[in-house]
């Protein structure tokens, strides 16, 4: 079968094919400033900081004219399925990072964010509108989404 919006082709068994559900279809791993969905706050998206670098989760904090600003999200699980998610922080000055629990910041810390310029998101951008529960998980369709690349999320050790 072929991705239609990349051209990717992958061989599958077919009891390993799940049905199209076009309601269902709510991220978008292709960018275009051009021609795509605008950013939102508060939005989760998976992103790498280079190609062929592992993934993080990261939620959008603000958007301007031609970056957005992104706070990252980590887990300590491989398994998506059992990750829990937390928003990433760290000292001033620092580089170790530090997850809060419970989504509270810890004392004296700022949050672990980047800036992502649209131009280098059509490289970087790896899934978009990704959902969380109440506990802080990904929803089962976020997590489908990432299957494909759930072996390349940054995991915090």
Known sequence: MTEDATDRRFERVLTNILPYRASTARTQAVYDPATSDPFVPA???????????????????????????????????RDISKAIFRP???????????????????????????VLEFDALRELLVARNLEFTKANRLRKMSQRVLAPTHDELFVFE
Do not use: F, K
Not at 55 to 74: D, K, P, R
Not at 88 to 106: C, F, K, N, V, Y
């Open 88 to 114: 990433a922080w760290h000292l001033p000055g620092m580089d170790e990072i530090t997850l809060a629990s419970r989504d509270r910041q810890p004392t004296d810390t700022i949050a672990y964010s980047g």
């Open 43 to 77: 939005e989760i998206i998976a992103v790498r900081d280079a190609p062929g670098t592992p993934c993080y989760l990261a939620a959008v904090t603000a958007i301007a004219a031609i970056s957005i600003t992104v706070q990252y999200y980590g887990c300590r699980q």
